[in-house]
């Protein structure tokens, strides 16, 4: 495996471009090992059609194939429809990559969009237009993960800042990758003024990069298993193959802080979706 050695850094200001010597050297990664990369660009993906092309191949082979929200709904390949739903999301000029600059190699996708109160409906209307019967159990199932993972009556926000995708490269996972793009989603979020940055996602993997970076807290989580159809059969087929367990919502609430520090900690609104949870357990 080649790990970079530490002759560039990040920069915490902006996306930062390497401007010293790559070096590489040949280490064997101990099991659960977690090696980072340094001197990784991470900027906004160009609105450009040639760009749109390496994103789409990317997501292709790291995202689609891996994901297992897709894998319990039954999706064992790349959907061109939904492939298509993300790529549109792009064109609001909120995506991000990470990449070498030099060969220019993607490293990592996140893909953001805006979310609003009608975003739900949306997802609904964009599902029930899939001819794929799992495609639109993965689209459902979504469209309802933002349904009970509703965030904006519980904060009374109109608007948020969503990284839809979070892919990382097979070759550079559990080296800070999908950290980065995280952490930069919420500075871009900031500079747009967003209210608040969340992520919906059932990867383990995903959500720990999120809680490590400390920017991010768990604002809903649920078994995958408890997403149905109004005839209460489940949206997936099977749970999520381990290690991952649950489909959450992760947020970072970037509005200015209240002057009052005792004030209580917002919970989830349900807004009268309890239902869900009583008869078909959290």
């Keep these: 495996m080649l790990a970079l050695s ?10 930062g471009l390497v401007n010293t010597l790559w070096r590489f050297k040949s280490t064997a990664a101990p ?28 997501l292709s082979k790291h995202f689609f194939p891996h994901d297992p929200i897709m894998k ?40 953001n969009s805006r979310n609003t109160l009608t975003t739900t409906f949306e997802l609904k209307s964009l599902a029930s237009r899939l001819a794929s019967d799992e495609a639109r159990r993965y689209m459902s199932m979504m469209s309802q993960v933002e349904e ?3 965030v904006f009556k519980t904060y009374q926000i109109d608007k948020a800042f969503t990284v839809e995708v979070l892919a990382v490269g097979e070759r550079y ?35 720990r990069a999120a809680l490590t970076c400390d920017l991010y807290k768990k604002h809903f989580s649920r078994p995958a298993l408890s997403f149905r159809d109004d005839r209460g059969l489940p949206w997936v087929k099977h749970e999520l193959c381990p290690p991952h367990q649950n489909v959450e919502v992760l947020i970072s609430d970037i509005r ?13 609104d349900t807004y009268g979706l309890e239902k869900y949870d009583k008869k078909w357990g959290k």
């Design 6 to 15: 530490r002759t560039a850094s990040y920069l915490t200001g902006r996306p």
């Design 31 to 58: 099991p659960g090992c977690w090696l980072p990369i340094c001197g990784v660009d991470v900027r906004r993906i160009p609105m450009s059609n040639s760009e749109k092309c390496r994103v789409a191949s990317f």
């Design 72 to 111: 319990a709904a039954g999706l064992k390949k790349t959907d061109p429809a939904i492939l298509q739903y993300y790529l549109t999301l792009m064109n609001e000029n909120m995506s991000l990559y990470a990449q070498v600059p030099d060969s220019r190699e993607i490293l990592g996708v996140a893909i």
């Design 148 to 150: 009970r993972g509703n």
């Design 173 to 207: 996972r559990r080296r800070g990758i999908g950290q980065m793009l995280l952490e930069e989603s919420v500075r871009q979020a900031k500079n747009m003024n967003y209210p608040m940055v969340k992520a919906s996602t059932g990867s383990s993997y995903a959500q």
């Design 256 to 268: 200015p802080k209240a002057k009052d520090a005792g004030k209580k900690e917002v919970e989830c």
